[in-house]
């Protein structure tokens, strides 16, 4: 009796210590019931945003919203185009368009929108278009409605202890800078502030091709943080508290 006694408090008091131990999901991961019902997918994922961006640091996971681009150098033909001190926001206010879940065939496609800030320092020295640039200064890079489609190919594993995880097995991204970017770059022209004025204007006009021309290694590089960071944030949260159904096998 004595002994049942014992090892049922001790039972309790691991399962105490498990239950503690044992959820690491923040609380505003409300997981799915259903992978095939997408609209709880899309509105757990909608939810999950504005939280998951502040960054999670006891799970090593970094913020999204701000994040910071120390120093991008973007090589382009004849133009070379440095980013500094670059901060991007706008991502905690995405909003998402569809989620495709499939578990068995781990994959795992995400569609959203949203309105990006980049601020920060530029130099650049070389030709835009036709013009000759040499300039540095405060810049400034607002996205309206891009629009983006990530696709993913995920896998499954154990942790040291056990524990399954989501992992990325590798992904695929397409975007459309959606319906408008607006540069404002100061001193695009050390020498003449009209000129800058002019070409500044001239690039603004013709944002959708600059964008195409100067846009895609700024997005490579958010897309890949983003992906790194939500791999991180699988490798710390088990695979059972992101999904309230079993592991395929
Ligand atoms: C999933 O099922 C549980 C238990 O039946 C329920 O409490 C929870 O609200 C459901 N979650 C969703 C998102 O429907
Ligand atoms: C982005 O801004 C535009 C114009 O201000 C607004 O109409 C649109 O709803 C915003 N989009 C998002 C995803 O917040």
């Known amino acids: 009796m004595r002994s049942y006694m014992c090892s049922a408090i001790l039972s309790f ?3 105490c210590l498990w239950n503690v131990e044992a959820k690491l999901a923040p609380d505003f991961i409300h997981p ?3 992978t095939g019902w ?8 909608q939810e999950a945003i504005p939280d998951f ?10 913020s999204l919203d701000p994040f910071v681009i120390e ?35 781990r994959h795992f496609v995400l569609q959203f929108h949203c309105n990006l800030t980049i601020k920060g320092r530029y130099d650049a ?32 594993y154990k942790d040291k202890k056990g524990a399954n995880h989501f992992g990325l097995k590798n992904y695929k991204y397409s975007f459309d800078y959606g319906d408008r970017v607006s540069f404002d770059l100061q001193n695009l022209f050390k020498e003449s502030k009209q000129l800058s004025d002019t070409v500044l204007a001239f ?12 846009g895609k290694p700024i997005v490579d ?29």
């Open 125 to 156: 020295v070389g030709r835009i278009l036709l013009f000759p640039i040499n300039g540095e200064g405060d810049a400034k890079i607002k996205l309206t409605n891009l629009r983006m489609t990530v696709d993913i190919n995920t896998k499954y």
């Open 71 to 105: 120093k991008l150098a973007i090589p382009l033909n004849g133009l070379k185009v440095t980013f500094y001190e670059g901060k991007v926001t706008g991502f905690r206010k995405c909003i998402v368009d569809n989620v495709i879940s499939e578990l068995e065939k």
């Open 32 to 34: 799915c019931n259903h």
């Open 203 to 214: 690039l603004n006009d013709n944002w959708r091709m600059v964008a195409e021309e100067f």
């Open 38 to 45: 997408s609209e709880c997918l899309v509105k757990s994922t």
């Open 221 to 249: 590089y958010a897309v890949d943080l983003a992906i790194r960071t939500i791999e991180k944030f699988f490798s710390a949260v088990p695979y059972e508290e992101l999904v309230n159904i079993p592991i395929p096998q």
């Open 53 to 62: 961006v502040k960054g999670m640091p006891n799970l090593g996971v970094p």
């Open 13 to 15: 008091l691991l399962f």
